[in-house]
């Protein structure tokens, strides 16, 4: 059974940091794809940055740059470095993850997993900046 547990989340003023993290369980998330998405209200959910089961990243244009994915599989945490906050940045922040799919390189996070459709969700963390 796999349960994505998110912390770090908070209120801080514009030009700030924080870095959420993602507790797993369930799984070992060296894996796993993983990501970050966020989701305003009335806004469509989007997503935030992901990492392969290669370790290489994708970010969205708006956080490239300031934020940075990153993951611990010791301790099966997923974390999102995130400097440089904006009042935009604000939104619920959630940790996903999913089996990778095969591809001719191997078990990589499919197109469809990059664009959310991953099948595992944490229950979010709050981000506010002002």
């Known amino acids: 059974h796999v349960q994505l547990v998110e912390s770090g989340g908070g209120s801080v003023q514009a030009g700030g940091s924080l870095r959420l993290s993602c507790k797993s369980s369930g799984y070992t998330n060296s894996r796993y794809c993983m990501g970050w998405f966020r989701q305003v209200p009335g806004k469509e959910r989007e997503g935030v940055a992901l990492?392969?089961?290669?370790?290489?990243?994708n970010y969205a244009s708006a956080v490239k740059g300031r934020f940075t994915i990153s993951k611990e599989s010791t301790k099966n945490t997923l974390y999102l470095q995130m400097d440089g906050l904006k009042p935009e940045d604000t939104a619920m922040y959630y940790c996903?993850?999913?089996?990778?799919?095969?591809?001719?390189?191997?078990?990589?996070?499919?197109?469809?997993?990059?664009?959310?459709?991953?099948?595992?969700w944490g229950a979010g963390t709050q981000v506010t900046v002002s």
């Open positions: 996903a993850a999913d089996f990778p799919r095969q591809s001719p390189d191997g078990p990589r996070c499919s197109e469809e997993q990059k664009s959310g459709g991953l099948a595992y």
């Open positions: 990492i392969d089961t290669d370790g290489s990243t």
